[in-house]
């Protein structure tokens, strides 16, 4: 038998693009893609932030760079003034830096749009304030639920509201209210309310949570029970926990501890 002899094809000539048609540029990646992917859960980029009070301009923060990394329990410490909660609202997108970034799990957050800021805090980063903030109009379970029923169209959220509620009452059980449900705040204790703001903090499932003072309103035994209560979620659930403090006992219950000082992270 005789060997298959191979027949070269003529190659064919590519076609000349018309003068008209430029040639195409290459796809640019999506910009959030281009932004290095961090390690650590949370972490800002030379945070710069200024208030104006009449004609004269008020430096808060001047290149803060930090990072929480995951399942740590970090305390911010510093005077009245140094800046420590105005950078705990930058790092939850409650406020926006003048310049510099804040990275969460390797994606920049503080320029995403409005309902993209909202959607992080609600389902990403917890936060829990001083004050509270609790609706006096609301149970503490409704409390609890109040940011499911923001975030959540009417419809959506009637549709899954058995779930809801057993989430919300197996948070308050968490953190030791389940015999208060049907209270509202002006029936609870500074601790209980403190308590219940945990609870909602938690409701959405953030892989952080975000404490400015959290037990500046409490006495010292009450203020030592929510730090304990912290404590047991950074280790048992591994949630990541920033924590803004001017007491340095407080502080050093954390895993670390950053030093504020003039709007300035001080180095060791």
């Known amino acids: 038998m005789n060997e298959t002899t ?20 290459a796809a640019k990646p999506p910009a959030e893609t281009l932004a290095p992917p961090f390690g650590g859960a ?26 929480a990394r995951p399942g740590e329990f970090l305390a911010i410490i510093g005077q009245s003034g140094s800046g420590k909660s105005t950078l705990l609202h930058i790092l939850g997108t409650l406020d926006a830096p003048d310049a510099g970034e804040v990275h969460f799990a390797g994606r920049r ?9 909202d959607r992080v805090r609600n389902h990403q980063i917890g936060m829990i304030f001083q004050f509270y903030h609790l609706l006096p109009e609301l149970s503490a379970l409704e409390n609890v639920l109040s940011p499911l029923m923001i975030a959540s169209s009417v419809l959506s959220y009637w ?11 197996e948070l308050l059980e968490l953190v030791g209210l389940g015999h208060r449900l049907t209270h509202r705040p002006r029936e609870l204790s500074g601790g209980e309310m403190q308590r219940a703001a945990i609870a909602r903090a938690l409701i959405g499932n953030p892989q952080v949570l ?10 010292r035994g009450t203020g030592h029970e929510i730090l304990t209560l912290l ?3 950074n280790r048992q659930q591994k ?18 501890v950053v030093r504020l000082v003039e709007g300035r992270v001080e180095r060791a």
């Open 159 to 169: 549709r899954r509201k058995r779930e809801h509620m057993a989430r919300a009452k």
């Open 42 to 67: 949370l972490r800002s980029l030379g945070l710069v932030k200024s208030y104006r009070k009449d004609r004269v301009t008020i430096p808060v923060l001047r290149g803060v760079d930090l990072e």
């Open 6 to 25: 191979s027949v070269q094809r003529p190659l064919r000539t590519p076609r000349r693009r018309a003068a008209s048609s430029p040639p195409r540029a």
């Open 109 to 117: 957050i503080d320029n995403l749009p409005i309902l993209q800021r």
């Open 210 to 219: 975000l404490a400015d003072e959290p037990t500046g309103n409490l006495d």
């Open 231 to 233: 404590r047991n979620l």
């Open 239 to 256: 949630l990541t926990i920033v924590m803004v403090t001017h007491d340095l006992a407080i502080a050093e219950m954390a895993d670390r």
